[in-house]
């Protein structure tokens, strides 16, 4: 499931009434679109785990990504680096495991933290992106790309 699915449009046909939010009457052939007004410096995306592991669905994401598609005033920055992914592993019924990726902004290098234990890892793009099913992800703004 990409990320895109989250920014749901809804067209309404000539036979269905869509409520105006204004006049408070029902219309016809109508679109409801859900966008950013601006895109934040910091964008964090979470996603409901318990729903995601019942269904085993996998949501694919990406290391930079473009939301200028759902952002209505584009001169403020619609590309986005992936800072941070924390996955939710469930061990048992009783409980389960957190782990976090982050990128040190320093060496551009990304640490997996699962509780006291560090260790840096070799290859993001097989290790995170390929292989875990993502509980949050930080995105920060960038310049370009």
Do not use: H
Request: aromatic content about 14%; glycine content about 4%.
């Amino acid at each position: 499931m990409p990320i895109v699915t989250f920014f749901p449009s809804l067209v309404t046909s000539a036979n269905s009434l869509c409520p105006c939010f204004i006049s408070r009457k029902n219309i016809c052939n109508c679109s409801i679109s859900t966008y950013l007004v601006t895109g934040p410096q910091i964008l964090i995306i979470f996603f409901n785990n318990g729903k995601v592991t019942e269904s085993n669905i996998k949501i694919n994401f990406e290391e930079y990504i473009n939301l200028s598609k759902y952002i209505e005033y584009k001169n403020t920055g619609c590309n986005y680096k992936l800072i941070g992914v924390t996955t939710y592993i469930e061990e048992n019924n009783k409980g389960g495991n957190y782990i976090s990726y982050c990128k040190d902004p320093i060496n551009n290098k990304w640490y997996k933290y699962n509780d006291e234990i560090v260790s840096k890892v070799e290859n993001f793009q097989n290790e995170v992106i390929n292989s875990v099913n993502p509980y949050l992800l930080l995105y920060e703004k960038v310049e370009g790309r």
